[in-house]
């Protein structure tokens, strides 16, 4: 962990990698004409790819499940959410009812 | 980019300025989790600067601080933000040409993408993509200093509940396009399938891999009305 140079390094390669992944999608996008169909299909990859996020991030840790906490916080949030509710308040509720149930002891 | 603040409507402009809050307090966590791991103060700096990926950083740090290689660490991580090609084909339009698409590719996020796809048309997709781009950059990076400099303070993020609330931020935002039958059915499979293979891949794999979802996708009705 002292080896600084090689730190320095892998963080250089590990930003070049990421602005490269970041800037494929316009480079490409602009060299080609995307018709209209591919174009929703590309929105769809993307809208997959944030609930995939939320999935995993709502109910996994690591490689096993996220305990009740986090699952019932993300679930009250999303229920607000589907009923409308402001967004402040569904940020609010997700994290309060986590830290609550945590509170109480639920893992 | 005043007139990104003249386009967006108040109540966009409210959500993102909350979503970039709570990203200073994970940043906040994320610098004094970095030092209270014994890394220099300058490692998740830098890194949260020139990488500017939250959940990579989290990963590479941890492996770092765990004693892991560099390398095997920037892996994980470059691994983890290969989703941001598909984001990148999504709203390649919003992000602009010529020199904006350097910085606008730079300051790519899963939330800022998900703002940009919640607007209607593609002004207000732009100003919500490049506010809420800029605003996360700012508080994110803010919030790493602080929490580097004060070391131990927070580090238990999950006590406030910050690790439900952000799942619960995209679940929001992603809401809306979910009531398309085709984009729905797409979605579910695609997340079943990501949660079922996250013990067995590496991080960041079974996020691409409900990409698998997308051949119950039919393109009939707009599921995203894409503007021009």
Not at chain 1, 61 to 75: H, I, N, Q
Not at chain 1, 82 to 100: D, E, I
Not at chain 2, 126 to 137: D, E, N
Request: charged share 15%; hydrophobic share 55%.
């Amino acid at each position: 962990m002292n080896n600084t140079p090689l730190l320095l390094a892998a963080i250089a390669v590990f930003a070049v990698g990421t602005f490269s992944l970041r800037f494929a999608g316009p480079a490409l996008r602009s060299r080609y004409e995307v018709p209209e169909r591919a174009q929703q299909f590309l929105g769809a990859a993307a809208i997959v790819l944030l609930a995939a996020l939320v999935a995993t991030a709502a109910l996994m840790d690591g490689d096993g499940p996220a305990g009740v906490a986090r699952p019932a916080g993300v679930l009250v949030g999303g229920v607000l959410a589907w009923r409308k509710a402001p967004f402040v308040l569904v940020v609010v509720a997700a994290a309060a009812t986590a830290a609550g149930l945590r509170l109480l002891g639920v893992p | 980019m005043r007139s990104i603040w003249r386009t967006l409507d108040r109540g966009p402009a409210r959500d993102i300025g909350l979503v970039c809050l709570a990203d200073g307090v994970v940043g906040l966590s994320y610098g004094a989790i970095s030092v209270g791991n014994g890394l220099p103060l300058w490692v998740p700096v830098v890194l949260s600067i020139v990488v500017f990926a939250g959940a990579s950083q989290f990963l590479f740090v941890g492996i770092v601080a765990a004693g892991g290689s560099p390398v095997a660490a920037m892996i994980a991580g470059v691994l983890v933000n290969s989703r941001h090609v598909a984001f990148g084909l999504a709203v390649s339009d919003v992000i602009g040409g010529g020199w904006r698409r350097v910085p606008g590719s730079h300051l790519m996020t899963d939330e800022n993408v998900a703002f940009a796809l919640g607007q209607d048309d593609v002004r207000q997709r732009r100003a919500a993509y490049w506010a809420a781009g800029i605003g996360i950059f700012v508080c994110w990076n803010v919030g790493v200093l602080a929490g580097g400099l004060a070391g131990t303070v927070i580090t238990d993020t999950d006590a406030l509940g910050l690790d439900a609330a952000f799942p619960a931020v995209l679940l929001a935002l992603v809401l809306p396009a979910l009531r398309d039958k085709s984009t729905r059915t797409a979605a579910l499979v695609g997340s079943m399938l990501a949660l079922a293979a996250t013990p067995f891949l590496p991080a960041g794999l079974p996020v691409l891999l409900a990409l698998v979802g997308l051949l119950f996708y039919r393109v009939e009705k707009p599921a995203l009305e894409m503007a021009r």
